[in-house]
């Protein structure tokens, strides 16, 4: 509610045939009539509301009509001739002193949960090991479509807090209240409240997305595509077999070891775990992928950044690993060995393509770029 211009707000209402009925905390009710040239006044509560007040005010022509909020009481005349229940507006502004203390009390306490609420993002960045990671792929988007809702919820509160001030200073520097420029003021708060509710409803919206396009099932019996690395090529075995995991058929009715997952979020549309074993004869081969299409190409190289420190612990011993670079056209990548660990990883980006690959076998990633290539460019068809 903008104090400064709401009494200008309501009188052209009055001259449109909607006359002010009441308020409540969230609508402002109005009932039908002739139009007609109505003058509204706001005055503190306490002031004039008491029955001699009343009194007086109607000696003077006017009425009360009722209450805006815990602090208002709302005076109307009908009579154009009708004086002005305040001739000077220096002492009507003197008399919104004690209201204004009132005001401040509230608006404390709000303030401080605005700077919560306006630094809880960076608060989030710097708290999470993988801010970028996270932000990608876990509900990081909708968290930070709801922080959006509250920023515009707190704006529209300080604009209503502010407009009392406003309306302050301007009868005690001898002015009267605006009665124009509240089309102004009623469009912000229209296009506030629509991008509230846009931002609420993309939230929920968000949420119903990734839980209605998530799906999960083995390798050898889902119908989808998604990104398979060529052990039976890299191994040169093409008797290459599955190897279930007996603990998780026996247990959980599925084949945990070669298994796919899929995820969908704004920021990475296409996220894919992929777990494969495979045997032939004695000799045991396997990998772990996790692939993701990103939305923004400035996201794949801090993503990648935390994607690497997720799987490693290169950041608390670095020694224990060797990291070199892979000559796969078109992409940056690595490849990552650890001091007595038995795989080699392969971190990799192209475009907004970023991938990681832990392999467990005896061949040499490094002299097979084309399936790492090939890997990058799936398309999801």
């Not at 009343?54 to 009509?65: D, F, I, K, Q, S």
Request: aromatic share 12%; hydrophobic share 45%.
């Amino acid at each position: 509610m903008n104090l400064d211009h709401i009494e200008g707000w309501l009188e052209s209402m009055a001259a449109r045939g909607l006359h002010y009925d009441h308020s409540d905390a969230f609508l402002f009710h109005f009932r039908r009539g002739e139009p007609a040239a109505v003058r509204y006044r706001l005055e503190p509560r306490g002031t004039l509301d008491c029955p001699e007040g009343m009194e007086h005010c109607r000696t003077l022509g006017w009425e009360l009509t009722g209450y805006m909020g815990k602090g208002f009481s709302l005076f109307r005349t009908w009579e154009p001739d009708a004086p002005e229940l305040h001739t000077d507006p220096v002492v009507r502004g003197y008399g919104l002193d004690k209201l204004a203390r009132l005001v401040r009390w509230f608006a404390t306490p709000m303030l401080i949960c605005a700077l919560v609420i306006l630094a809880l993002p960076l608060w989030l960045l710097l708290a999470w090991d993988e801010p970028v990671l996270s932000l990608v792929t876990g509900s990081g988007d909708n968290l930070f479509l709801c922080i959006l809702s509250e920023w515009i919820a707190i704006y529209m509160s300080f604009r209503s807090f502010s407009s009392f001030f406003a309306l302050r200073r301007r009868l005690r520097a001898g002015k009267e209240p605006r009665r124009s420029g509240w089309r102004c003021s009623a469009r912000i708060n229209a296009a506030c409240l629509a991008g509230s509710f846009i931002l609420v409803a993309l939230s929920f919206a968000v949420l119903a997305a990734g839980r209605g396009m998530r799906w999960e099932g083995e390798t050898a019996t889902v119908n989808r595509p998604f990104p398979d690395f060529a052990l039976e090529e890299l191994e040169g075995r093409p008797r290459l077999e599955a190897a279930p995991s007996v603990w998780s058929v026996e247990r959980r009715g599925v084949d945990l070891d070669n298994y796919v997952r899929f995820d969908w979020s704004v920021l990475a549309p296409e996220q894919y775990e992929v777990e494969r074993n495979m045997a032939d004869g004695d000799y045991e081969t396997s990998f772990r992928l996790d692939w993701y299409r990103l939305s923004l190409p400035a996201l794949a190289e801090p993503f990648a950044r935390d994607l690497f420190s997720r799987h490693t612990f290169y950041a608390e011993i670095p020694e224990r690993y060797t990291v070199a670079p892979l000559d796969v056209p078109d992409t940056d990548a690595v490849l990552i060995t650890e001091e007595g660990g038995f795989g080699q990883d392969v971190l990799l980006c192209r475009g907004t393509v970023v991938f990681y690959l832990r392999y467990y076998g005896d061949q040499d990633l490094s002299a097979h770029p084309e399936l790492l290539a090939e890997l990058a460019q799936f398309d999801g068809r």
